[in-house]
T-cell receptor
Framework: NAGVTQTPKFQVLKTGQSMTLQCAQD?????MYWYRQDPGMGLRLIYY???????DKGEVPNGYNVSRLNKREFSLRLESAAPSQTSVYFC??????????????FGPGTRLTVL | AQKITQTQPGMFVQEKEAVTLDCTYD???????LFWYKQPSSGEMIFLIY??????QNATEGRYSLNFQKARKSANLVISASQLGDSAMYFC??????????????FGKGTKLTVNP
C-alpha cells in the first residue's frame, strides 16, 4: 500500500515549456486534490476532483489544467510554464462518504523550478 | 480576510517541555473541522489530529492534543513532552464544503517549531 505517489520528484523547466505532474493513489479514495506551496505560505488549492469524472477550480487555478484519468489517477498540466509557477506541488486524496474521515492524505510533493 | 490565522511564525521549546501552537479560524458554516499537519524538513505533509465542530471533547492523539475553543474560534495544538524530532513546520487547516459534495482544505501560513536539546 503505497498511499499517494507523485512523479516526478524534481523538475526544471524553461519558461514556455509544458509538462504534466502525475499523481496516483491506491486507497480507493473518491476525492483528489492538487495544491501548491510557496515559501512563507501554506498550501493553496489549485484544482480538485470530488469523484471520477468531475473536476473543479480551487483558489489558484490560472495557468493549470487537470485530468481525472480514473479513480486512481489525477494529473496536473502546465501548458506554458512561467517563473511564477516555481513551487512545490502536492497531490492529496480523501475518502468521501458519510462515515468517512475527513482527513486528506498527501503525496511526497514535486519540486518544480521554472527558469 | 484570512480564514486560518497562525500568528507565530516561529516557536522555540526545550526538549521534554510542552508547547502550544496557536490557530484561529473564521467561518460562518456551522459544520466544519480543523486539522493540524506537520511538515518536517524532508517536505512531506503528515496528518496529526482532527477536530470536528460538533465534537464534544477535545481531540487527542498520543502527545498531541487540540485545545478547541469554539466561541473564540481557536484550535490550538498542544504538544506535550517535546522531542527533537518534533522540530518542523506545523500547519493548521480548516475543511470547507466544496462542489460535488466534496471538501477542500484552507491552510494557515504555518509555524516553525524548533526543539532545543
Amino acid at each position: 500500500n503505497a498511499g499517494v505517489t507523485q512523479t516526478p520528484k524534481f523538475q526544471v523547466l524553461k519558461t514556455g515549456q509544458s509538462m504534466t505532474l502525475q499523481c496516483a493513489q491506491d486507497m480507493n479514495h473518491n476525492s483528489m486534490y492538487w495544491y501548491r506551496q510557496d515559501p512563507g505560505m501554506g498550501l493553496r488549492l489549485i484544482y480538485y476532483s470530488a469523484s471520477e469524472g468531475t473536476t473543479d477550480k480551487g483558489e489558484v487555478p490560472n495557468g493549470y489544467n487537470v485530468s481525472r484519468l480514473n479513480k486512481r489517477e489525477f494529473s496536473l498540466r502546465l501548458e506554458s510554464a512561467a517563473p511564477s509557477q516555481t513551487s512545490v506541488y502536492f497531490c492529496a486524496s480523501r475518502k468521501q462518504g458519510a462515515l468517512a474521515r475527513h482527513t486528506q492524505y498527501f503525496g511526497p510533493g514535486t519540486r518544480l523550478t521554472v527558469l | 480576510a484570512q480564514k486560518i490565522t497562525q500568528t507565530q511564525p516561529g516557536m522555540f521549546v526545550q526538549e521534554k517541555e510542552a508547547v502550544t501552537l496557536d490557530c484561529t479560524y473564521d467561518t460562518s458554516d456551522p459544520s466544519y473541522g480543523l486539522f493540524w499537519y506537520k511538515q518536517p524538513s524532508s517536505g512531506e505533509m503528515i496528518f496529526l489530529i482532527y477536530q470536528g465542530s460538533y465534537d464534544q471533547q477535545n481531540a487527542t492523539e498520543g502527545r498531541y492534543s487540540l485545545n478547541f475553543q469554539k466561541a473564540r474560534k481557536s484550535a490550538n495544538l498542544v504538544i506535550s513532552a517535546s522531542q527533537l524530532g518534533d522540530s518542523a513546520m506545523y500547519f493548521c487547516a480548516m475543511r470547507e464544503l466544496a462542489q460535488g459534495g466534496s471538501e477542500k482544505l484552507v491552510f494557515g501560513k504555518g509555524t516553525k517549531l524548533t526543539v532545543n536539546p
